[in-house]
């Protein structure tokens, strides 16, 4: 299977800037997986396409504003540093821009030196172990000195740094923000429980291998970075009631799909509590177990997140969609339109 098996054409003009001023007010494709009919409606028609007894999952993870700018403290060059996954003990896996410089045993500050870290490790792709040094509470410095780490394809500066969050964000510790989830307000989901329709969460930390492209050719090479998940026991009832009850399991987003796959992979297709690190790859072939249905945004080409999406519907129906949504001008990637897919 090889990667430019999942390439597209995609204008530059039709990568999404900023988001909408209304959140549900975007545009959604809905995918039927069986007819291979392609729809275009709205995000706030999405309660048209459910029904009582599903069950939508979302991925509560909360975005670090993570992106830190800051300079070498022995000759003051510029540093720009990611946070991606907090090690313990204030230290941190970072990705590092220019990490050819970056050694271990060099210093960083920020701030006017409010904050500061010393590399103490460093690995591949411009990753970089960082030991952070400051007085009062990391969290603090980081909401005031971080800005949020938009991907490399969003040009514009964010004026709200809500607007890189989901409406029901809870457990920081993302490096990007679990997209699909941002089209949500409380309202729609409200009047989506009032249909009858579950609405349940899990969590999981997006990482490093949102920024990773895939670097060979083979697919089957590629080696997923693990992203720290968890499922709480009254979630894992839930989703085995509805199960049971004939609902349909629908997530929302990549990141949730993951986690319901990992452990249904790992508990016979059944949910239970639990949390841990899961590297899982889903790509065209792979048996779904946990979910009936997915909400995404509009992915990169050659991306594993289109190779996902090309998995749980054909590989041929999704690049078709994905054809028919540039002819149609629809806005793509993390503040572009969304796709249904049932």
Partial sequence: MNVNDFDFHLPEELIAQTPLENRTSSRLMVLDRSQETIEHKHFYDLKNY??????????????????LFGQKSDTGGKVEVLLLKEEGNDTWETLVKPAKRIKPGT???????????????????????????????????????????????????????????????????????????????????????????????????VGLGTFRPVSVENVLEHDMHAEF?????????????????????????????????????????????????TDIFIYPGYSFKAIDGLITNFHLPKSTLIMLVSALASKDFVLRAYHEAVEEKYRFFSFGDAMLIL
């Fill in 50 to 67: 459910l029904k009582a007894g599903d069950c939508l999952v979302l991925n509560d993870t909360r975005v670090l504003p993570a992106r």
């Fill in 107 to 205: 210093e960083i500050s920020f701030g006017d030196g409010r904050l500061k870290a010393v590399c103490t490790g460093e690995s591949d792709h411009g990753g970089r172990q960082l030991k952070f040094i400051y007085d009062g509470i990391f969290y603090e410095l980081l909401d005031d000195l971080g800005q949020m780490p938009l991907p490399p394809y969003i040009k514009e500066q964010l004026e709200e740094k809500d607007r890189y969050q989901t409406v029901y964000a809870v457990h920081q510790g993302s490096a990007a923000a679990p997209t699909a989830g941002l089209h949500f307000t409380t309202e729609l989901i409200e009047e989506i429980k009032s249909m009858g329709v579950h609405v349940t969460f899990i969590t999981l930390h």
């Fill in 229 to 277: 998940y968890q499922v709480t026991k009254g979630t894992a009832e839930l989703l085995n009631g509805v199960k049971e009850a004939g609902g349909r399991i629908i997530t929302v987003g990549t990141t949730s799909t993951r986690t319901l796959e990992t452990v249904a992979n790992k508990f016979d297709g059944k949910f239970e509590e639990d949390s841990g690190w």
